[in-house]
């Protein structure tokens, strides 16, 4: 008799001792992904469509299934024990009668899905650049650039400057802005 995709979930999710609502749920986790993942690769198994199998775990689509076996190389690689879990995912389906999630049935084992030394590593520079990178924008939004237009239409306090100071300003400010006759512009700024 064939297990339920509704046990294996159960399996695999006391197995890695990680929710069941959290399992089936809309999180894109990599340690996430890798439990989904065993659990699509047990039912596929047993003989389950990819469509039954996305609509029992989270109602994915069947592509989303698909992409995730074929993918099993990538998460072996990120992943220390990921062969094992699955291994074990696969052999607790077949001993286990159905139903194991009405029963109190827990794993003498449990399994930490880790990433791998070198993945860890890579995960860390991307997000450590990703940090500089917002980092810069930010600083970027502070410090606006300052043209020549923009900085000569900035308020400056007038009472702090002489009467030539002022007079030498505004007309500055209304030569940069594209003033056609330059007489106007002097009469503007007297």
Request: with cysteine.
């Amino acid at each position: 008799m064939r297990p339920r995709i509704a046990d294996i979930v159960t399996i695999a999710a006391r197995l890695s001792r990680t929710p069941e609502a959290a399992v089936v749920g809309e999180r894109r986790y990599v340690y996430l992904c890798a439990i989904r993942h065993a659990i699509y690769a047990t039912a596929r198994e047993w003989g389950y469509s990819y469509p039954q199998i996305g609509k029992h775990v989270g109602n994915r689509d069947h592509t989303s299934v698909l992409n995730s076996i074929q993918s099993r190389e990538r998460l072996a690689l990120q992943f220390k024990n990921f062969d094992g879990f699955c291994a074990e995912v696969s052999r607790w389906a077949d001993e286990l009668p159905p139903f194991v999630s009405e029963t109190g049935w827990k794993p003498p084992r449990a399994f930490s899905l880790t990433l791998s030394r070198a993945d860890r590593l890579r995960r860390e520079r991307e997000a450590a650049a990703l940090r500089r990178m917002r980092q810069k924008r930010r600083d970027a939004k502070i410090a606006p650039v300052a043209t020549p237009a923009v900085a000569a239409s900035k308020a400056v306090p007038v009472a702090d400057k002489a009467p030539d100071e002022q007079y030498t300003r505004r007309v500055n400010a209304e030569i940069v802005r594209g003033s056609a006759n330059l007489l106007e512009a002097l009469r503007k700024a007297a």
